[in-house]
Every structure is written in structure tokens, then in C-alpha cells.
């Protein structure tokens, strides 16, 4: 094509020498960085994601003065009376309610995991994050919410999600998400990655233990209670949720006794059934784990191993908190550690963070990166999707 | 010793970077050293970065879209905002030159305007205000981009890229995110049509 007659390179040349005029691009320089300077573009984000952190700064201020900081990320570990074990972050803010049958929990804001031990058909727990009820028995699950938008992850069992009219049964292992007022999706995942992130093991784990709390620390039902049996979205008003019932504002709980849900139990419990997990089968349409058997789970002694999981949760936490650039910080560095399980999480999380935080550009590169480099991973449909919302046209997505 | 002034070298990269005068024109590629300064939020050598990314920027949106005017104007100040924000982070992996049309190229096809890009005002002649064109290269440029038209945009982004803009493919596959080898195909494709077109009695 560069022959003598070719008539493409002598037109490319002369469209290689067209420049911009250099007092043009003076006057668009000094317009960008005045635009720059002043506010955001959108005023109603920024003012969203300024309330979201005064918000989680005010429910995180009785906890600051209450607790030394080197606790400020474990979960807390609730035991409930029946063997409901919960699980709750920092930051978050839920309510119990115990009717009979029925223990409602009502998150406000956060995340909390729920861990139904044995067979609990006879009484069902159901979490209420905003539009979203989730109801189980004989399961573990996490309910995650901020604002509208609502995060369950199931790993053993099965719950069912009532949202916007619709119900939808959702076995292990699957992640469910709403997306302010998009239809519900569901993207197959790991199991071993969720029960991985689903239940954490406490930080303190030699020195904490569960707390009992039994009925009588519960309150009643409210008498607005709606009927479990319904699929009707569960109802939002302040009346229903404020009076009577017990908030769970996050504390460590420490006893001397080490009991039946002790952390150690918990880790134990853990330990064995990891293996059987590795070994179920996933369902038809969940993409095959690659990562079945990680490294820690040949060496379950090895310390390090925990090391990432505190990490990766303390990261979470810190997003949650509001310091979204620390957050991603730490992220990066997990994500570009060789760990099997919490560098591709670490790299998952900081696709959505940058998400969260209105930076498209930096979360399609690193949605691009992740596919790049964990094109089989079960979650690179989560990735994928990511992108694809974000840059419709991408070649990926088309 | 004599200094040569070739592009990259306009700086004296001995200054320290909150001393840096920087005495360059439109185009001058900034030293690693002027690019850390703006990175670290050093006014002057942001404002030289821009400088040399806003005309890479504004003629790779012209002549992409085929466009002037207002429309490739804002969005090009979409682009340069875009840039000003993402500049910390950006890892000298890659050239900035090709990082910065990687931002572009996404945050144009965001852009609200894009609709107004894609059906806007024709580049049926260079603005006098905006380019500089030697009257020997303005007919055969004019030519090229009419004749860019019936390109398929995947192809018109790979030549662009690639022969206007001297990426390598290994970069210009960065910018669309995909591979080198359909960069090369593209490109090549693109120079056979193009080649038709511009023939005379061609297609254009």
C-alpha cells in the first residue's frame, strides 16, 4: 500500500500536519482548568455521597468513643437465642424483632451475616434492608445494604428475596443485588469465594465470644408487622421499625466462657466444611471455581492466610466509612498479591468501588484487568457486567 | 554544549519540579519529570501537560467524528477535565500521549453530545480559528476525512490511531480495548478502502 500510486499515504501526511492553533488550545486549557476548579458537575452526587458520610459518621461516633481502635473493623458476633448466630459490621445499624415464628431483622444501614444452625423450618428469620426482605431458615447468608441499593449473598441453603413486587429463590451459591430501580439479577458465584466472604472470622477471635440474647431482650413484633406469607414488599414506615425493638448498635462481645459458638468453634466448624464445599458440585449455570483448592486450605495452621481475609474486610469497611481513596488503596495492593482467593476479590472489590464512586474510567480499566487476568474466575460475570454498564459499547460487550 | 530543542527537550529536568519555568509551545512532550510535578498538582507543569495533550485530543475527536464546532469542543473539554482528574493516577506503563486518547476515547463515547458528535456540523473545512493548515496539506486532508466517512467507525478509530496518530498497535488496541492483530487488521482494511475511495473517479 505505500507504492508511488497509493494515494492514502500522501492524504495521511497532509492530515498528520493539520494543528491546533496554539492560542486555541491556550484558551481551551485555561477553560478546563477553570472548569476543573469549580464544583462538580453533578451537585446532587456529590451532595448524596457527602450525606452517606456524615450519616455513617454519626452512627460510627458512639462506637469511636466507646472502643479501642484496633477493634474498629471486627465484626461483631451476636448470638441470638435458638441458634441465630449474627454477624454485624462496623457501622451498621439494624433492629430485632422476635414474633414467635418469625425474627425479623431490620437493617438500617450496613451488613450483617446470618448463620441459621440446624433445622430451623419452624421458624423463619427475615432480614428487611430497605425495599428488600430476605427470608430463611436453615441457612447462611449476608443482607448488605446502603441506601436503596441491597447485596445478598447466600452460601448454604436457600433464601427467598421479596423486592419491588417480585420473589425469587435463591440457592447457594448466589449473589443478588439491586441497583436503585433496575430488574433483579442474579450472577452465579463461587462457593467457597462467598462463604469466604459471607461469614468473617472475627479478629479477636482468642479473646471474643458471642453474646447471648435471648427473647426477652427482644421486642415484641411490632403490631405492623407484615404477613411473612405475603410477597408484598415489606412496609418502610418509621412506625414500624422505631418503637419497640432492640437495636444492635455494634459491641464486641467478650466472655471468660468459651461456649458452643465460640469463635474457635466457628473457626472449627469452618475448617470442616470447607472440604464438603469444595467438592459440591455448583449449579448448571455457576462458571466452575478454578480456585477450589487454595493454598490455605493445604495449610490451615498458616497464619498468613488470614492475614488477606482481615485486610480485604477492613478495606470494605473503610469504603463504607466514607474513605473510598483508602480503600482503594489497599485494595490495589491485595489485588496485585498472588493470593487464589483474595487478590481476584480485592480486584472485584476495587471494580465496584470505583463504580460507587462515580470513577467509570478507572473502574472499565479495572474491570478490563480483571477479565485480562481472571478471564475463568467465577466472578468475572459480575466484572463484565460491571463494564458493560458502564461502557455499553465496549468489545467485550457486544 | 548545545542544547538541542527538539520537543522533549524544551525543560531542564535538573530544576526542581516547584521551580520549573516552563517555556513550551503547543505540542512539546513533557519530561518525565514535568508529568510527576503535575501528578503531585504542580499548576505550571499541569497546565504544560494539557498543553500538549488538548491538541492531540481536539484532533483526534475532529478528525474521528468528522466534526467542528461546538460539539467537538465540549467534548474535548469533557476529555481534558477527565484528564485532569485522572492524572494522579496515570502509570507511565504506556505513553501519555496513548493514555490520554484511551480517556478520550471512552469518556467521548459517554458524553451526552456524543449524538450531537456523530450527525454534527461536517469538517468540510478547517476552522481558521482552531487549525493551522498549509495550503498544500489542506485538500488532500479534506479529501482523506470525506473519504473517512464510509469507513466503518472501528476501522476509521484503528487508522486513526495508528497512522495519524503514530500509536503502536500494542497502544491503539489499549485505547479500543482490543487486540493488536485486529488493530492491524483494521488499519490495513481500512487503508484498502480508503485506498478506493481516494482513487480518482473514486468513491469520494
Known amino acids: ?398 | 554544549m548545545s542544547v538541542s530543542l527538539a520537543r522533549s527537550t524544551l525543560w531542564s529536568t535538573k530544576e526542581p519540579a516547584d521551580r520549573i519555568r516552563l517555556r513550551m509551545v503547543a505540542g512539546a512532550e513533557p519530561t518525565p519529570s514535568v508529568l510527576e510535578a503535575a501528578q503531585a498538582g504542580d499548576p505550571e507543569a499541569l497546565e504544560a501537560v494539557l498543553r500538549y495533550l488538548h491538541p492531540v485530543i481536539l484532533r483526534f475527536l475532529s478528525f474521528k467524528f468528522g466534526a467542528a464546532g461546538s460539539p467537538v469542543e465540549d467534548a474535548c473539554q469533557d476529555c481534558m477535565v477527565e484528564i485532569i482528574r485522572s492524572l494522579p493516577g496515570y502509570r507511565s506503563r504506556g505513553s501519555l500521549k496513548a493514555w490520554a486518547m484511551k480517556l478520550s476515547f471512552r469518556t467521548a463515547r459517554r458524553n451526552r453530545q456524543r449524538e450531537a458528535l456523530e450527525r454534527g456540523l461536517s469538517l468540510d473545512d478547517f476552522p481558521e480559528a482552531v487549525f493551522s493548515v498549509t495550503p498544500g496539506d489542506r485538500a488532500p486532508a479534506l479529501d482523506l476525512l470525506r473519504a473517512m466517512r464510509s469507513l466503518t467507525p472501528k476501522k476509521r478509530d484503528a487508522l486513526l490511531l495508528v497512522e495519524v496518530f503514530g500509536l503502536t498497535a500494542k497502544e491503539a488496541a489499549g485505547v479500543v480495548g482490543t487486540l493488536e492483530n485486529t488493530i492491524r487488521s483494521r488499519a490495513r482494511h481500512a487503508k484498502e478502502e480508503l485506498a478506493v475511495a481516494l482513487e480518482p473517479g473514486g468513491a469520494s
Open chain 1, 1 to 398: 500500500m505505500s507504492g508511488d500510486q497509493d494515494p492514502v499515504e500522501p492524504a495521511l501526511a497532509a492530515l498528520r500536519e493539520v494543528e491546533v492553533r496554539p492560542d486555541h488550545t491556550e484558551a481551551a486549557v485555561r477553560r478546563a482548568l477553570l472548569r476543573n476548579r469549580s464544583p462538580d458537575p453533578s451537585p446532587r452526587l456529590r451532595w448524596a455521597r457527602f450525606a452517606l458520610a456524615a450519616a455513617l459518621l454519626l452512627l460510627a461516633l458512639p462506637f469511636f468513643a466507646t472502643e479501642p481502635a484496633d477493634e474498629s473493623q471486627a465484626p461483631a458476633l451476636v448470638r441470638l437465642a435458638g441458634g441465630v448466630l449474627l454477624q454485624q459490621d462496623q457501622a451498621s445499624r439494624l433492629s430485632l424483632f422476635d414474633a414467635g415464628p418469625t425474627l425479623r431483622v431490620e437493617l438500617e444501614a450496613g451488613r450483617v451475616a446470618l448463620r441459621l444452625m440446624g433445622d430451623r423450618r419452624e421458624r423463619v428469620v427475615q432480614v428487611v434492608a430497605g425495599p428488600v426482605r430476605v427470608e430463611a431458615n436453615g441457612t447462611v447468608f449476608s443482607v448488605e445494604r446502603e441506601g436503596d441499593e441491597v447485596e445478598v449473598l447466600v452460601t448454604e441453603g436457600a433464601v427467598k428475596v421479596f423486592s419491588r413486587g417480585e420473589s425469587l429463590g435463591l440457592e447457594a451459591p448466589r449473589r443478588w443485588t439491586v441497583d436503585g430501580p433496575t430488574a433483579l439479577s442474579v450472577a452465579p458465584a463461587g462457593l467457597a469465594l462467598l462463604a469466604e466472604e459471607v461469614w468473617v472470622e472475627p479478629l479477636q477471635a482468642e479473646s471474643s465470644q458471642p453474646e447471648a440474647i435471648g427473647p426477652e431482650a427482644i421486642g415484641p413484633e411490632p403490631e405492623t408487622e407484615p404477613k411473612p406469607e405475603t410477597e408484598a414488599e415489606p412496609e418502610q414506615g418509621p412506625e414500624a421499625s422505631a418503637k419497640q425493638a432492640t437495636s444492635i448498635k455494634r459491641a464486641p462481645h467478650r466472655a471468660q466462657a468459651s461456649g458452643e459458638a465460640s469463635p474457635s468453634g466457628l473457626r472449627a466448624r469452618r475448617r470442616n466444611r470447607r472440604a464438603p464445599s469444595e467438592s459440591r458440585s455448583l449449579p448448571t449455570d455457576a462458571a466452575p471455581d478454578p480456585t477450589p483448592n487454595p493454598p490455605r486450605a493445604s495449610t490451615p495452621s498458616e497464619e498468613p492466610a488470614a492475614a488477606p481475609q482481615a485486610r480485604y474486610q477492613a478495606a470494605r469497611s473503610q469504603a463504607r466509612a466514607g474513605q473510598g481513596q483508602a480503600a482503594l488503596r489497599a485494595l490495589r495492593t491485595l489485588a496485585q498479591e498472588a493470593h487464589p482467593i483474595w487478590s481476584p476479590l480485592a480486584h472485584l472489590e476495587r471494580i465496584r468501588l470505583h463504580a460507587q464512586l462515580g470513577e467509570a474510567a478507572q473502574a472499565v480499566d479495572a474491570a478490563e484487568a480483571f477479565l485480562q487476568s481472571h478471564p475463568e474466575h467465577p466472578l468475572a460475570p459480575e466484572a463484565q457486567s460491571i463494564l458493560c454498564r458502564l461502557d455499553p459499547e465496549h468489545e467485550d460487550c457486544s
